[in-house]
């Protein structure tokens, strides 16, 4: 493995004609928006690139891969990998390719290398970034279609440029999206200001069943193994509800108490800066950071669960 410089790399894409870009699986704005991004700008500097198709890409992400995709990589096609941090991170269509990657371009700080050449740059937020960086050295200029898509990774990887990573690079790439056309608004309006009926379902469940501690400063909900088949939702419904209760006015802390079917119970404990999560998930042999941690119980019903998780918050 080489690690190249952002010139490097522009460099070697320049000295390249045919070009299959492929993404990760769980597929995010970020990986998605960065390969259309990659795609297009080759495209428009005469080169000849697809990102290779993956069924697993969000709906809601899916017009930013229009008329760019194909289905597999053909016999002497450049492989580039954007924002994947290990092979085995690499989206199920394309896994098949994870030794012939030749460029892999990502900003995870911990990674396994599993590409010829690579250009990591940590301190970008998104991996769109760095693409946008690239496009400019290659001499190709940003167009309506590409901010579209380099707002969709930089503003789902920084939470819409609310979480701790982002940085003026992340807004000035924000910015020239808009100055080329981005459809900023309604972009932001369906990643960030749309809730689906599911995740209402779920949310209200959890106030209703949720157990209040110290005036409401501490959240504790369990939430049954069948809860998701309950409500008819979906698992993405299911995604960040101790994040959910956390974010309720007066909360400084909050937790769920996760039980699956085989009966492992998951806690996902969160906190406002103050308070910490990762001690009180340590006394469950769990960690992680202050503002978010994790631990499990094993052969403990839920309700033994959600109490000993209680007795170990805090007295605030
Ligand atoms: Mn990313």
Same mark, same amino acid.
């Given at each position: 493995?080489?690690?190249?410089?952002?010139?490097?790399?522009?460099?070697?894409?320049?000295? @390249?004609? @045919?070009?299959?870009? $492929?993404? +990760?699986?769980?597929?995010?704005?970020?990986?998605?928006?960065?390969?259309?991004?990659?795609? /297009?700008?080759?495209?428009?500097?005469?080169?000849?690139?697809?990102?290779?198709?993956?069924?697993?890409?969000?709906?809601?992400?899916?017009?930013?891969? #229009?008329? /760019?995709?194909?289905?597999?990589?053909?016999?002497?096609?450049?492989?580039?990998?954007?924002?994947?941090?290990?092979?085995?991170?690499?989206?199920?269509?394309?896994?098949?390719?994870?030794?012939?990657?030749?460029?892999?371009?990502?900003?995870?700080?911990?990674?396994?290398?599993?590409?010829?050449?690579?250009?990591?740059?940590?301190?970008?937020?998104?991996?769109?970034? $760095?693409?946008?960086?690239?496009?400019?050295?290659?001499?190709?200029?940003?167009?309506?279609?590409?901010?579209?898509?380099?707002?969709?990774?930089?503003?789902?990887?920084?939470?819409?440029?609310?979480?701790?990573?982002?940085?003026?690079?992340?807004?000035? /790439?924000?910015?020239?999206?808009?100055?080329?056309?981005?459809?900023?608004? &309604?972009?932001?309006?369906?990643?960030?200001?749309?809730?689906?009926?599911?995740? /209402?379902?779920?949310?209200?469940?959890?106030?209703? @069943?949720? +157990?209040?501690?110290?005036?409401?400063?501490?959240?504790?909900?369990?939430?049954?193994?069948?809860?998701?088949?309950?409500?008819?939702?979906?698992?993405?419904?299911?995604?960040?509800?101790?994040?959910?209760?956390?974010? $309720?006015?007066?909360?400084?802390?909050?937790?769920?108490?996760?039980?699956?079917?085989?009966? @492992?119970?998951?806690?996902?404990?969160?906190?406002? &800066?103050?308070?910490?999560?990762?001690?009180?998930? #340590?006394?469950?042999?769990?960690?992680?950071?202050?503002?978010?941690?994790?631990?499990?119980? #094993?052969?403990?019903?839920?309700?033994?669960?959600?109490?000993?998780?209680?007795?170990?918050? &805090?007295?605030?």
């Amino acid at each position: 493995m080489t690690t190249l410089t952002k010139e490097q790399t522009s460099e070697f894409l320049s000295g @390249h004609n @045919h070009f299959s870009i $492929i993404t +990760h699986c769980g597929p995010d704005g970020d990986t998605v928006g960065s390969a259309a991004a990659l795609c /297009l700008g080759l495209r428009q500097i005469g080169k000849t690139a697809h990102v290779l198709e993956n069924p697993q890409v969000p709906e809601k992400y899916r017009y930013l891969l #229009e008329n /760019l995709t194909k289905p597999d990589a053909q016999p002497g096609d450049t492989i580039v990998s954007v924002d994947v941090a290990a092979a085995q991170m690499l989206s199920e269509a394309s896994r098949h390719l994870e030794n012939q990657v030749d460029l892999r371009i990502d900003h995870h700080g911990s990674a396994t290398p599993f590409a010829k050449y690579e250009l990591v740059d940590s301190t970008a937020a998104a991996c769109g970034e $760095i693409v946008y960086d690239l496009i400019t050295l290659l001499g190709a200029t940003l167009d309506k279609n590409m901010a579209n898509a380099l707002y969709t990774a930089v503003s789902t990887d920084t939470g819409c440029f609310r979480y701790a990573n982002t940085t003026g690079r992340s807004f000035a /790439l924000a910015a020239k999206c808009a100055d080329a056309s981005g459809d900023i608004m &309604p972009i932001a309006q369906e990643l960030f200001d749309t809730v689906t009926m599911g995740k /209402l379902r779920v949310q209200s469940w959890i106030l209703e @069943h949720m +157990h209040s501690l110290c005036d409401g400063k501490i959240l504790v909900c369990g939430i049954p193994a069948d809860l998701q088949e309950q409500l008819g939702i979906t698992e993405e419904d299911m995604g960040n509800l101790s994040g959910f209760l956390r974010s $309720i006015e007066g909360v400084k802390m909050a937790a769920t108490v996760k039980q699956d079917k085989e009966g @492992h119970t998951g806690f996902s404990v969160r906190a406002v &800066p103050g308070y910490n999560a990762a001690a009180v998930c #340590e006394k469950f042999g769990g960690g992680g950071h202050k503002g978010a941690a994790g631990a499990s119980m #094993e052969n403990v019903t839920l309700d033994d669960a959600v109490a000993a998780l209680i007795a170990a918050m &805090p007295e605030i």
